[in-house]
C-alpha cells in the first residue's frame, strides 16, 4: 500500500488531499468526505483499511479554502468556545454547493491518477450529506454512496439532499446513530419517502444504542462494535457495486 500527498485545483482555489493506493492495481476509486474535525491520522486509518480492500481512496481537505486550521481533538473540541467557534466557522463557511463544485475537481483528481472505473462515496458527520449530494450530482460518475451518522441528510434547507433523490442512480446506505438530534426522527421519515419515490435503490439502518460519531476511533462516543458493523456494510456496499 502506498500514500501520497496531492493537490487538486478546484475552482476555488487548490485543495491538499491525501490518497491511498493499494498493492495491486486499484479496483476501484472511493472519495471519504470528512466529518467537521477534517483530515488527521484516524481517517488515514480509515482510509487504508479501505486501500485493503482494493480500493484508491481519496480523503480531500473539504475546509481547504480556510487551511491552515487545527488540528482538533474531536473529544475536547466542542468544549472549548474558541475552538467550537472555529468549527462551526469552518462548517458553515463550506457550504453544500461548494463541495459539490469541489467534487467535479476530486472525481478528475482520482482519473488523473489513472484511477478508472467506477466511484464510491462515504461520508461522515457533515460529510454524510456531502457524499449524498455528490452522487446526486454526479450520477453518471458515483455508482454507490454511504453515510455515517451524517446530519441534515432531509433537512428543510434548500441543499438538503433529500431534494435531490431524483437525480441520483447510485445504490445508497444511510447508517444512522439511535439518537442523533442532527438526523431526527421526521428526517428519517422524510428520506426514505423521498428516496423511495425516486425508486432509488437505498438502506436506511438505525443503529440502537449508538451516538453521533461512533464509527471514528478518536471520537469520545466511540463504538468498537457498531464500528466494526458499519465497516461490514461500507464494505459490501462497495463490493457489490464497484465492479
Known amino acids: 500500500m502506498t500514500k501520497q500527498d496531492i493537490e487538486i485545483k478546484t475552482l476555488d482555489g487548490t485543495a491538499k488531499a491525501r490518497l ?4 495491486a492495481p486499484a479496483r476501484a476509486g472511493i472519495i471519504i468526505y470528512m466529518d467537521i474535525f477534517g483530515p488527521r491520522p484516524v481517517l488515514d486509518q480509515m482510509a ?10 481519496l480523503v480531500p481537505d473539504l475546509f481547504y479554502r480556510y487551511a491552515p486550521y487545527g488540528p482538533f481533538d474531536p473529544k475536547t473540541a466542542f468544549a472549548e468556545a474558541k475552538t467550537k467557534a472555529l468549527l462551526l466557522m469552518l462548517s458553515g463557511g463550506t ?8 467534487g467535479s475537481a476530486f472525481l478528475d483528481a482520482l482519473a488523473a491518477e489513472r484511477i478508472a472505473g467506477p466511484v464510491g462515496v462515504v461520508g461522515y458527520c457533515m460529510g454524510g450529506a456531502r457524499a449524498l449530494n455528490a452522487a446526486a450530482t454526479y450520477p453518471d460518475r458515483i455508482r454507490a454512496a454511504a453515510s455515517f451518522h451524517g446530519g441534515n441528510l432531509a433537512s428543510d434547507a434548500a441543499d438538503s439532499p433529500h431534494r435531490k433523490a431524483a437525480s441520483i442512480k447510485a445504490r445508497i446506505y444511510v447508517g444512522m446513530a439511535g439518537v ?4 431526527p426522527p421526521e428526517q428519517s421519515t422524510r428520506l426514505e419517502e423521498a428516496l423511495r419515490n425516486a425508486e432509488v435503490d437505498h438502506t436506511i439502518e438505525n443503529y440502537v444504542g449508538m451516538a453521533h460519531g461512533w464509527c471514528v476511533p478518536d471520537h469520545s462516543v466511540f463504538n468498537a462494535t457498531g464500528a466494526e458493523r458499519h465497516w461490514k456494510r461500507l464494505t459490501d456496499l462497495f463490493a457489490e457495486t464497484l465492479v
Do not use: K, N, W
Open 95 to 102: 457550504t453544500q454547493g461548494m463541495t459539490i463544485r469541489d
Open 180 to 183: 442523533d438530534r442532527s438526523f
Open 20 to 23: 491511498f493506493r493499494p498493492a
Open 48 to 57: 487504508e483499511r479501505l486501500a485493503g480492500h482494493g480500493y484508491a481512496v
